[in-house]
């Protein structure tokens, strides 16, 4: 086809002329064909029939769609709102950067209020909306160390002996991560209850020794979110060393473990460190955007009853005693991992996309350029700037 055929087909199509970004390399020369809502191969473009419509896509990068597994809001919207208006808002920003998929991201707030949301949450999956595809929901928070907060609501924090976690629990086929803190009563009941129930138990927001997540992990503990932030590390009792959540995050192989990208939250040796202990297989990179993410220089922004401010580029507490989640969304971190961290832009993008899949299960339709999975796929330029955007196979 000509270059200037517009791009709103759903059929048999084939994108070329561009860079291909493989799970392991990027390659010039092939062409990814496309047909209805899924990948139909990778191919070298030369042996493409004359019949195949061709988008020439000038040169840029082909990308699996990115997906973030941990994202709050953007655009002066949360997913704590369950309106038409904020879920609209939030996936179509994404959608506009190239993040293709994504979790609904609660944070803290009373348990009524989060119940609300994930009925909405579910409400939204079963209909046809325009956006990022929401795979599910990331339930963050209530079960937190009140040492831990961070940004989430300390009026709100429970623990999960006090306040079971049923009324969420409800919604437990729609749930794709539950965080919590596994010191506190209650949480190792409740591990074991999430990993039975097919949602991944993560932890965070916590003050945990390694001597209390080991039996959480046993119990089926595997996933850890945003590494060195709310986070416990090593102190001293007496002449003994005793690691926290942090090295636990490091060293122990069977976890997967979130990281924010934005090169506020962490400076790029924090994030060399993470790459080289735990890898792009089990690293993911998720951006913990807020609804300040959009929004300019100064602009206020609220969570739940908790409100925040957009400064120098991150989230900020009013007092600017801790961050408040990044304003950064995930195409714009991949750059920082490539040429700040030195991560190889394979690896980036891979933990941008088939990572995150793998966190949530998804890695079989999800994730990278394969046959057979959906045709979710994003032409960059090379500033990741989104230049087209492709989810289910039609064009956003």
Same mark, same amino acid.
């Given at each position: 086809?000509?270059? +200037? %055929?517009?791009?709103?087909?759903?059929? $048999?199509?084939?994108?070329?002329?561009? $860079?291909?970004?493989?799970?392991?390399?990027?390659?010039?020369?092939?062409?990814?064909?496309?047909?209805?809502?899924?990948?139909?191969?990778?191919?070298?473009?030369?042996?493409?029939?004359?019949? #195949?419509?061709?988008?020439?896509?000038?040169?840029?990068?082909?990308?699996?769609?990115?997906?973030?597994?941990? @994202?709050?809001?953007?655009?002066?919207?949360?997913? +704590?709102?369950?309106?038409?208006?904020?879920?609209?808002?939030? @996936?179509? &920003?994404?959608?506009?950067?190239?993040?293709?998929?994504?979790?609904?991201?609660?944070?803290?707030?009373?348990?009524?209020?989060?119940?609300?949301?994930?009925?909405?949450?579910?409400?939204?999956?079963?209909?046809?909306?325009?956006?990022?595809?929401?795979?599910?929901?990331?339930?963050?928070?209530?079960?937190?160390?009140?040492?831990?907060?961070?940004?989430?609501?300390?009026?709100?924090?429970? +623990?999960?002996?006090?306040?079971?976690?049923? /009324?969420?629990? *409800?919604?437990?086929?729609?749930?794709?991560?539950?965080?919590?803190?596994?010191?506190?009563?209650?949480?190792? /009941?409740?591990?074991?209850?999430?990993?039975?129930?097919?949602?991944?138990?993560?932890?965070?927001?916590?003050? /945990?020794?390694?001597?209390?997540?080991?039996?959480?992990?046993?119990?089926?503990?595997?996933?850890?979110?945003?590494?060195?932030?709310?986070?416990? @590390?090593?102190?001293?009792?007496?002449?003994?060393? *005793?690691?926290?959540?942090?090295?636990?995050?490091?060293?122990?192989?069977?976890? @997967?473990?979130?990281?924010?990208?934005? +090169? %506020?939250?962490?400076?790029?040796?924090?994030?060399?460190?993470?790459? *080289?202990?735990?890898?792009?297989?089990?690293?993911?990179?998720?951006?913990?955007?807020?609804?300040?993410?959009?929004?300019?220089?100064?602009?206020?922004?609220?969570?739940?009853?908790?409100?925040?401010?957009?400064?120098?580029? #991150? =989230?900020?507490?009013?007092?600017?005693?801790?961050?408040?989640?990044?304003?950064?969304?995930?195409?714009?971190?991949?750059?920082?991992?490539?040429?700040?961290?030195?991560?190889?832009?394979?690896?980036?993008?891979?933990?941008?996309?088939?990572?995150?899949? $793998?966190?949530? =299960?998804?890695?079989?339709?999800?994730?990278?350029?394969?046959?057979? *999975?959906?045709?979710?796929?994003?032409?960059?330029?090379?500033?990741?700037?989104?230049?087209?955007?492709?989810?289910?196979? &039609?064009?956003?």
């Amino acid at each position: 086809m000509s270059n +200037n %055929k517009s791009l709103n087909q759903t059929g $048999r199509f084939a994108l070329v002329n561009g $860079r291909v970004i493989l799970p392991d390399r990027v390659e010039v020369g092939l062409a990814v064909v496309v047909e209805g809502d899924v990948i139909a191969g990778v191919v070298r473009a030369a042996e493409l029939g004359s019949e #195949v419509e061709r988008i020439d896509v000038g040169g840029r990068l082909i990308s699996p769609g990115l997906i973030d597994i941990h @994202t709050h809001g953007a655009y002066g919207h949360t997913f +704590n709102e369950p309106t038409v208006e904020a879920f609209s808002a939030i @996936t179509a &920003r994404n959608a506009s950067h190239g993040t293709t998929s994504l979790l609904a991201t609660t944070s803290t707030a009373p348990v009524s209020d989060l119940v609300a949301s994930l009925e909405f949450i579910w409400q939204w999956m079963g209909e046809g909306h325009a956006g990022a595809q929401i795979l599910g929901a990331h339930v963050e928070g209530p079960y937190f160390a009140l040492a831990q907060a961070g940004a989430q609501d300390p009026t709100n924090i429970l +623990n999960p002996a006090d306040h079971p976690a049923g /009324a969420l629990l *409800k919604f437990h086929d729609i749930i794709r991560i539950f965080t919590f803190a596994p010191e506190l009563p209650g949480a190792l /009941a409740l591990t074991a209850q999430l990993a039975e129930l097919g949602i991944v138990p993560a932890a965070g927001h916590s003050s /945990a020794r390694e001597e209390e997540i080991i039996p959480a992990i046993a119990a089926g503990l595997s996933h850890i979110i945003h590494i060195w932030s709310a986070q416990s @590390t090593t102190i001293r009792q007496g002449p003994w060393r *005793k690691p926290g959540l942090l090295e636990v995050s490091l060293t122990y192989e069977d976890l @997967t473990v979130e990281m924010i990208c934005d +090169n %506020k939250h962490l400076p790029p040796t924090l994030m060399r460190l993470a790459y *080289k202990c735990i890898g792009p297989d089990r690293l993911c990179v998720i951006s913990d955007a807020t609804s300040g993410a959009g929004l300019p220089e100064g602009s206020r922004y609220r969570m739940g009853e908790m409100e925040y401010e957009v400064c120098d580029g #991150v =989230g900020m507490m009013l007092d600017r005693s801790s961050f408040a989640g990044s304003t950064t969304l995930l195409n714009q971190m991949i750059p920082i991992l490539a040429e700040q961290v030195g991560i190889p832009l394979p690896e980036a993008v891979r933990m941008a996309s088939l990572t995150p899949a $793998r966190v949530i =299960g998804i890695d079989g339709r999800k994730g990278s350029l394969e046959a057979g *999975k959906d045709a979710d796929i994003v032409i960059f330029d090379d500033d990741f700037t989104a230049w087209r955007v492709l989810i289910g196979g &039609r064009w956003m």
